[in-house]
C-alpha cells in the first residue's frame, strides 16, 4: 500500500495559501510565481476552501468578472475534500476521478499538512503499476 504520507516525503509539504478577502488577481498572481494550479484558501490556520484556474477561468473570465474586485470567497471552491496522511494513493485517486478535482488537501486534525495533485497521483500510481511488472518478470524469469 502507498500512502500519502510517503508521497508528501518524496514532494515536499509546501503549502500555497490565500486568504478569502483577497482579490482573485492576486490569487491567480501567485499560482504563476509558484507553477500551482491551485491555492488552498486559510483563515488564519483553518481550511475554508480552495481556489483553482479552473475557478477562475469558469467563475470570472466566463462571466465577465473583474479579477482585481472580486474576493476568492466568492469564486473558492467549498465544501473541500480532503485525505489523511494514512490514505491510500489509489484511494485518492479514486476521489479526484470520482469527483472531477485537481487538488486534495492533505489534513492531519485539524492542521493541513500538504497538498497533493492528480499528476503527483498518476506519477505515483504508474509508479507502483512498473514496480509490480517487474516483479512479475522477475517471478515469471527467474
Do not use: W
Not at 104 to 127: A, C, Y
Amino acid at each position: 500500500m502507498r500512502q500519502v504520507r510517503h508521497l508528501l516525503d518524496r514532494k515536499g509539504n509546501d503549502i500555497f495559501a490565500i486568504a478569502p478577502e483577497a482579490p482573485v488577481l492576486e490569487a491567480i498572481k501567485h499560482m504563476a510565481e509558484r507553477g500551482v494550479g491551485a491555492l488552498l484558501v486559510m483563515r488564519g490556520e483553518q481550511l475554508v476552501g480552495i481556489v483553482s484556474e479552473r475557478d477562475y477561468a469558469r467563475k470570472i473570465i466566463l462571466q465577465g468578472r473583474s479579477s482585481a474586485q472580486t474576493p476568492v470567497s466568492e469564486i473558492m471552491s467549498n465544501p473541500v475534500l480532503t485525505v489523511t496522511a494514512d490514505t491510500d494513493v489509489f484511494d485518492c485517486m479514486r476521489l479526484c476521478t470520482d469527483n472531477r478535482v485537481r487538488h486534495l488537501p492533505v489534513v492531519q486534525g485539524h492542521r493541513v499538512m500538504g497538498v497533493i495533485s492528480i499528476g503527483d497521483l498518476v506519477k505515483e500510481v504508474i509508479s507502483a503499476q512498473a514496480e509490480q511488472i517487474e516483479q512479475l518478470q522477475r517471478y515469471i524469469t527467474s
